[in-house]
T-cell receptor, first 113, second 111 residues
Framework: NAGVTQTPKFRVLKTGQSMTLLCAQD?????MYWYRQDPGMGLRLIHY???????AKGEVPDGYNVSRLKKQNFLLGLESAAPSQTSVYFC????????????FGQGTRLTVV | GESVGLHLPTLSVQEGDNSIINCAYS??????FIWYKQESGKGPQFIID?????DKRQGQRVTVLLNKTVKHLSLQIAATQPGDSAVYFC??????????FGQGTELSVKP
């Protein structure tokens, strides 16, 4: 059981480049989340989704876009990367029913130079 | 606004002692409050949750207390062990699916 898998694990981008981070979960979870974590700080919610075809803004959505075309996948896009987007990105998923436990991926370390 | 914050950024305890990690929250429209543990280089891991209509819940060596009057949440770890060293986050599961995290407290256990 893979749980939540993030691709890639590491990436270096030049300012202005674009990229997509992929999150895949095999637990049939309805909810999926994208967070960023900067040094000495907590996780800040970028965007989230409560089901296939739906997305919503979190605390820090500017500069990012997301899509949830399939229930198991949640994509995070950076259209024009900026150094301020250097961070560790975490994806998570949780079930609509029962425990609110969110399962996290291993993280993607992104550096924008 | 929606925010979940912690009182102390670092906490150092002696092995075998009990640890108490505190959290303040401001959003009242939540279904659950949750504690996560994050070890270095890893994603957060679920520890325990408490429904918003409860004031205490116990797990294995952990107890979570919720005081809705003062919007305060705490995590108590009994007989703290070196393996408990990590950053602990409180999080608020807001009605509608939003999951908001606090800043985190780094727990250091001295042998």
């Amino acid at each position: 059981n893979a749980g939540v898998t993030q691709t890639p694990k590491f990436r270096v981008l030049k300012t202005g480049q674009s990229m997509t981070l992929l999150c895949a979960q095999d637990m049939n979870h309805e909810y999926m989340y994208w967070y960023r974590q900067d040094p000495g700080m907590g996780l800040r919610l970028i965007h989230y989704s409560v089901g296939e075809g739906t997305t919503a803004k979190g605390e820090v959505p500017d500069g990012y876009n997301v899509s949830r075309l399939k229930k198991q996948n949640f994509l995070l896009g950076l259209e024009s990367a900026a150094p301020s987007q250097t961070s560790v990105y975490f994806c998570a998923s949780s079930s609509l029913a029962g425990s609110p436990e969110a399962f996290f991926g291993q993280g993607t370390r992104l550096t924008v130079v | 606004g929606e925010s979940v914050g912690l009182h102390l950024p670092t906490l150092s305890v002696q092995e075998g002692d009990n640890s108490i990690i505190n959290c303040a929250y401001s959003n009242s429209a939540s279904d659950y409050f949750i504690w996560y543990k994050q070890e270095s280089g890893k994603g957060p891991q679920f520890i325990i949750d408490i429904r918003s209509n409860m004031d205490k819940r116990q797990g294995q060596r952990v107890t979570v207390l919720l005081n809705k009057t003062v919007k305060h949440l705490s995590l108590q770890i009994a007989a703290t062990q070196p393996g408990d060293s990590a950053v602990y986050f409180c999080a608020e599961n807001i009605r509608g699916g939003k999951l908001i995290f606090g800043q985190g407290t780094e727990l250091s256990v001295k042998p």
